[in-house]
């Protein structure tokens, strides 16, 4: 049986919260690029990795001449290497947010559904938080949108969208769901034509994503049941 409903997950602050590994990881990657400590971090939710990046450069004083482009894979590179080495720190010092095994368990277990990221996480670092807390098994992450890809995340999620249908022969075109924290999360949802599911786990309340438009607003996910049917349209036994 063809699946007939794709669901894409952010990562960060709607299945796990790693933040703190994730600041000492970008502290030791960005002065080696930069040249300069990284003092001040820009605000990570809702955003991409190289959106980070270009901030912090430019909020620690960093003149890189128009170079900074050039600067953006070594980066990216460093920071997998310095979230590599504290893998085993995702586990003990982040947590898993409540609910979020359960959730993507059942979504998986409807039997009808691919499942993967649209996170601006880059692929080695969104696996590596997936697979700290073994949320790995219930996701397809060869179709997935990752934050490193040159797309804004409204049309990453359509490119994901694409590589779904190709790889499942199936037609997502009205039947994707788009499940994340931030009011950014909403807005790439609107633009990739999607149904957007909001969760009230991050820096937005569940009155901002509802302002932005959410279809679905959740306080977390620990109602499975209500997850299920904000997918469905049903709830299920």
Do not use: C
């Not at 977390?220 to 049903?234: E, F, K, V, Y």
């Amino acid at each position: 049986m063809k699946p007939r409903l794709l669901v894409l997950w952010n990562v960060d602050l709607t299945l796990v919260d790693v933040a703190r590994v994730s600041r000492a990881a970008y502290a030791e990657a960005f002065p080696k690029v930069a040249g300069r400590p990284l003092v001040q971090l820009p605000q990570m939710a809702g955003r991409s990795e190289p959106e980070v990046f270009f901030e912090a450069l430019a909020l620690n004083g960093a003149d890189m001449s128009g170079a900074a482009e050039e600067l953006l894979q070594p980066f990216s590179q460093e920071l997998a290497a310095a979230m590599h080495t504290r893998r085993a720190d995702l586990a003990t010092h982040g947590q898993l947010l409540d609910g979020a095994a359960d959730a993507l368990k059942a979504v998986h277990d409807l039997g009808t559904t691919v499942q993967s990221v649209l996170t601006g996480s880059s692929k080695p670092n969104a696996v590596l938080k997936l697979a700290a807390f073994g949320l790995d098994r219930y996701l397809d992450l060869e179709v997935g949108g990752f934050g490193t890809e040159a797309y804004p995340r409204g049309t990453l999620l359509t490119v994901a969208r694409q590589r779904a249908e190709q790889k499942y022969q199936a037609d997502f075109e009205h039947t994707t769901v788009y499940i994340g924290d931030a009011v950014r999360d909403v807005a790439a949802a609107q633009i990739g034509e999607a149904r957007s599911v909001a969760v009230a786990s991050g820096r937005a309340t569940a009155a901002d994503l509802r302002e932005a438009g959410a279809d679905v607003v959740l306080p977390d996910l620990t109602d499975t049941q209500m997850l299920l049917a904000s997918l469905t349209g049903h709830r299920h036994a």
